[in-house]
């Protein structure tokens, strides 16, 4: 190939602030010729499965992973050799040597790159950093290379200005901790500053884990006070050694990587506990008019080939109710201290998947008739079971429904979603004996259990939310009514 260059593409960011994804599976291998938007390879993120396009024509090169390696976002994975001269300047930064003496500045951009797949932007910057290096005044590089010198056995260096005599050093400013974006907002959202956290990953780098570090030594300060001022270490001491991993009986145990999607549910399920103050209500309803409606649905021409289950009734409830209580969809923000009511409903279900547990959301819920509700529901079903549900489906939630009763419990207490008021937790619809019209009868009943941000949403308001949704259920004519 004449005039060839060897392009790099970089992992993208594919979602909103996400710093790595994980390499599913490559399409393509070394050799293998590949053109403008062809698909090279799937990768899971912390909110879904993704398939990336490459944004040229050329050979492939190299694969820079293997699959079921994270890779941070910003860091080159798959190197293609195409025709026309020399690769782009921000290519060429990305392995250029810095100086060493200078601060790490960001690769000009001189063309932007428009991005390739609906979803994610293209990264201003890499995530990869290099090591840090104190800079050092010339006086001091000099007398530090004079005692290496000595040290190797070379005689005397050049005669150098004596330290003690150069003038100190104006102080650096304070360097900005290093951590990634969901650890500086676990951090925020536990009233840590990270500059008083003491960093353990690569190249100072703040962890998850660091950040509740701090925590449990701040709430046990008599425990951590002895080790406040640790003694400086000896010169002659050896470098502290890394832990042996520890060892198990694969027999008798299976190890299963936290990472994807289950590594984000995680984290947030934990924001979500200690963030938001939570109370949960429940009730215990009648549906057996609701389940008969089922029924009569199934059997209209209107819902032909559309889903139609309880789930559909019951997420019809909650939009009723919140058009009747709308303070109940909001959010709190935290930096302008303010209560945000959203006049629409991005109705979230809760999906249980091979990856671990997803929330799409139904875009503008509210505005939906219920057939166009069913066609949603059975869309965001089928694609969260196939693991194609894209980043932007999960994002701009207001409030949640999880079915925990196809499961077989009778209800749970669900945490919020994170950056959510309120979560509707719907249980298992069996016969149970109820009185009905003064007689004891077997009746459909179901348990519903409702979680709420207690900052914004106060326990009338919840009572009220989860009554109506009851009431709908009981009575399913209320929704010709009330709706």
């Given at each position: ?119 994610y932007g293209v990264a201003t910057s890499s995530t990869r950093r290099r090591p840090r290096k104190q800079a050092q005044d010339p006086a001091a ?70 950040v509740h570090a701090a925590v449990a030594a701040a709430q046990a300060p008599q425990q951590t006070a002895p080790e406040a001022q640790p003694a400086a270490p000896a010169a002659s001491a050896p470098a502290a050694q ?242």
């Open positions: 190939m004449t005039n060839a260059s060897v392009r790099e593409f970089k992992m993208p960011d594919v979602g909103e602030g996400l710093t790595e994804a994980e390499i599913l599976k490559w399409y393509v291998q070394p050799g293998d010729t590949v053109t403008d938007g062809q698909v090279v390879c799937e990768v899971e993120t912390a909110k879904a499965a993704v398939e990336l396009p490459i944004p040229y024509d050329g050979v492939v090169r190299a694969l820079h992973f293997p699959e079921g390696t994270t890779v941070d976002v910003g860091t080159s994975i798959i190197a293609v050799e195409v025709a026309g001269g020399a690769a782009p300047a921000q290519e060429e930064a990305a392995v250029a040597p810095a100086p060493a003496a200078e601060p790490e500045q960001p690769a000009e951009q001189p063309v932007a790159r428009q991005p390739v797949l609906v979803g590089q000099q007398a530090a290379s004079a005692v290496q010198s000595e040290l190797n056995g070379h005689g005397a260096a050049p005669a150098a200005p004596a330290v003690p005599a150069a003038p100190a050093a104006p102080a650096a400013p304070a360097q900005r901790p290093l951590a990634k974006p969901p650890v500086r907002k676990l951090a925020k959202d536990l009233g840590v500053d990270l500059a008083t956290v003491t960093p353990t990953g690569p190249d100072g780098v703040v962890t998850r884990e660091d890394p832990a042996a991993p520890a060892s198990y009986d694969s027999a008798r145990e299976t190890r299963i990587p936290v990472k994807g999607v289950r590594k984000a549910t995680a984290a947030a399920m934990v924001g979500s506990a200690f963030t938001a103050p939570h109370v949960t209500e429940f009730v215990t309803v009648d549906v057996t008019r609701t389940m008969k409606l089922v029924e009569e649905l199934k059997q209209d021409k209107e819902f032909a080939g559309l889903r139609v289950n309880p789930l559909l009734l019951i997420a019809k409830a909650l939009l009723v109710a919140i058009r009747r209580n709308p303070d109940i969809n909001a959010s709190w923000d935290e930096a302008a201290q303010e209560i945000v009511v959203k006049h629409y409903v991005n109705l979230g279900i809760a999906a249980a998947t091979p990856r671990g547990l997803i929330v799409p959301n139904i875009k503008d819920a509210h505005a939906r008739t219920l057939p166009e509700l069913a066609a949603s529901l059975g869309e965001l079903v089928s694609t969260a079971r196939e693991g194609k549900t894209s980043p932007s489906a999960m994002q701009g939630g207001t409030v949640t429904i999880t079915n925990v009763g196809v499961f077989g419990v009778d209800t749970g207490t669900p945490l919020l979603n994170p950056g959510e008021s309120a979560i509707l937790a719907v249980g298992a619809i069996k016969p149970q004996p109820w009185v009905h019209k003064g007689k004891v009868k077997p009746r459909q009943v179901t348990t519903l259990a409702l979680s709420f941000d207690h900052r914004l949403v106060d326990g009338e308001l919840g009572s009220k939310v989860l009554a109506d949704v009851a009431a709908v259920l009981e009575q399913p004519k209320r929704l010709i009514t009330w709706a």
